[in-house]
């Protein structure tokens, strides 16, 4: 290649470069003003997009501006949602302990009427306890004939003495009742029975009979023939007959058979 094509090759390639370059030149009157309010104007208009750090100090900080949010109100935003997730979890394990909680005591009842039963069976077979005394009354068990009235055994059955005496603590005519010791059927009534004084006899139709004997003058309740119940009063404690101290003189005969009433009786 010689010097001067050289040269015209680059002409014209400064040439080509020209006509592209020139005609954006000619769109504006003075290609170096344009050229600096071009730049101004790109700088003016990115400023609405990329702000600087100052001006996000000044003007975007505000909780509702995304881009605004500092660490510290990242933080606070993030504690917050983890507040609000563990409020929630509260709540759902609320929810699930009162729906156990009702489902307890949807169960109660089936569980409580197997649990309930046997606090109530002891209830029950206390309440009967305290009844327990007339209960087996009836079916043959026995009262003590002085109910609470103060007494000592001086002699029981044996050496020719058939019953057992009951001391009394009061010495005196009508101050101690007799009950019956059992129901049945009055047997023997009277004022003068042998050495027994006034003295009174039942049958209690179970093959057992009872005799009281010694008892205070004219206190008989019942005659021969009547009917009484356990625990009627049927006469006061007294010294007639062979006696030498008011004690109520009882026998108990099974299947007339004598039997000593300490031991067989509640005395
Ligand atoms: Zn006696």
């Not at 006509?19 to 050229?35: D, F, L, S």
């Not at 003058?217 to 005659?223: D, I, L, M, N």
């Amino acid at each position: 290649m010689t010097p001067a094509r050289g040269l015209g090759t680059m002409v014209a390639v400064c040439a080509l470069v020209a006509g592209v370059a020139i005609p954006a030149y000619a769109a504006t009157q003075t290609p170096a003003a344009n050229a600096e309010a071009s730049t101004w104007d790109e700088a003016s208009s990115e400023s609405q997009a990329f702000s600087s750090s100052g001006d996000l100090a000044s003007a975007d900080l505000t909780s509702t501006s995304y881009s605004a949010r500092t660490a510290d109100e990242i933080s606070q935003i993030d504690a917050e949602r983890k507040a609000l997730v563990r409020a929630k979890e509260q709540q759902a394990q609320q929810e699930e302990a009162a729906a156990a909680q009702q489902a307890q005591q949807q169960a109660a009842p089936a569980q409580g009427s197997p649990a309930a039963a046997p606090q109530e069976a002891p209830a029950a077979a206390a309440a009967p306890a305290e009844p327990a005394p007339a209960a087996p009354a009836a079916n043959g068990s026995w009262i003590n004939p002085l109910g609470g009235a103060g007494y000592y055994i001086s002699r029981s059955v044996g050496s020719g003495h058939e019953g057992s005496d009951m001391v009394t603590t009061s010495q005196a005519d009508y101050t101690v009742p007799i009950y019956a010791a059992k129901a049945g059927t009055v047997i023997t009534s009277g004022e003068v029975v042998g050495g027994w004084g006034n003295t009174i006899a039942i049958d209690h139709g179970d093959g057992t009979t009872t005799l009281y004997g010694h008892m205070s003058p004219g206190s008989r309740q019942v005659e021969v023939g009547a009917t009484v119940t356990q625990g009627q009063m049927i006469g006061y404690v007294g010294s007639t007959g062979r006696s030498t101290a008011h004690h109520l003189h009882i026998e108990l005969r099974i299947n007339g058979a004598i039997v000593d009433p300490v031991g067989n009786l509640p005395i």
